[in-house]
T-cell receptor, first 116, second 108 residues
Framework: DGGITQSPKYLFRKEGQNVTLSCEQN?????MYWYRQDPGQGLRLIYY???????QKGDIAEGYSVSREKKESFPLTVTSAQKNPTAFYLC???????????????FGPGTRLTVT | DAKTTQPTSMDCAEGRAANLPCNHS???????VYWYRQIHSQGPQYIIH???NNETNEMASLIITEDRKSSTLILPHATLRDTAVYYC?????????FGAGTRLTVKP
């Protein structure tokens, strides 16, 4: 059963702590993405990775870090430097994007992080 | 900068066609139009995409104007389960920019 998994679905942390969100896919996709969603708003890109051991910053990378040591995994760390970490975090994957090609992103179920 | 403009919300009667408009007047020649939807607190679900021609699949139809500056997503027979936020996206080279979308409410 192919897909993207994110765990846990709900996560609670104290302010000042780093927290790592997991994202795993078994779709054999090269590209993976992290988005943040705030209430009533669209998704904003945090980081993306097109290949193992390589990743690029998205629009709102400050206060976040990622790693891509394996093709299947793209964990996101929300650091204490992130000023407003409470949000819904979505991971996605796709085939390797090439200019001019079409592709769709497949999304995981999301992790709702609450920091108090 | 989402590059698309959509109405904030729309209603549709159950069993009727839902027509969701999207403006993308600055679209480039090689950029695709994608549609996703998001049911509350879930990950977005891919619906359909197109470049120039109209497209149809088991979920919906996509009508793109000849000048490609706007498009319409059509759900031919809306059901209550189609209530969701629908995102129209013009895809850049490496990422997708999601705007606020249209909140479609299907009513009995």
């Amino acid at each position: 059963d192919g897909g993207i998994t994110q765990s846990p679905k709900y996560l609670f942390r104290k302010e000042g702590q780093n927290v790592t969100l997991s994202c795993e896919q078994n779709l054999n996709h090269d590209a993976m993405y992290w988005y943040r969603q705030d209430p009533g708003q669209g998704l904003r890109l945090i980081y993306y990775s097109q290949i193992v051991n390589d990743f690029q910053k998205g629009d709102i990378a400050e206060g976040y870090s990622v790693s891509r040591e394996k093709k299947e995994s793209f964990p996101l760390t929300v650091t204490s430097a992130q000023k407003n970490p409470t949000a819904f975090y979505l991971c996605a994957s796709s085939i390797t994007p090439r200019t001019g090609d079409s592709y769709e992103q497949y999304f995981g179920p999301g992790t709702r992080l609450t920091v108090t | 900068d989402a590059k698309t403009t959509q109405p904030t919300s729309m209603d549709c009667a159950e069993g009727r066609a839902a027509n969701l408009p999207c403006n993308h007047s600055t679209i480039s020649g090689n950029e695709y139009v994608y549609w996703y939807r998001q049911i509350h607190s879930q990950g977005p679900q891919y619906i359909i995409h197109g470049l120039k021609n109209n497209e149809t699949n088991e979920m919906a139809s996509l009508i793109i104007t000849e000048d490609r500056k706007s498009s319409t997503l059509i759900l031919p027979h809306a059901t209550l389960r189609d209530t969701a936020v629908y995102y129209c996206i013009v895809r850049g080279n490496n990422d997708m920019r999601f705007g606020a979308g249209t909140r479609l409410t299907v009513k009995p």
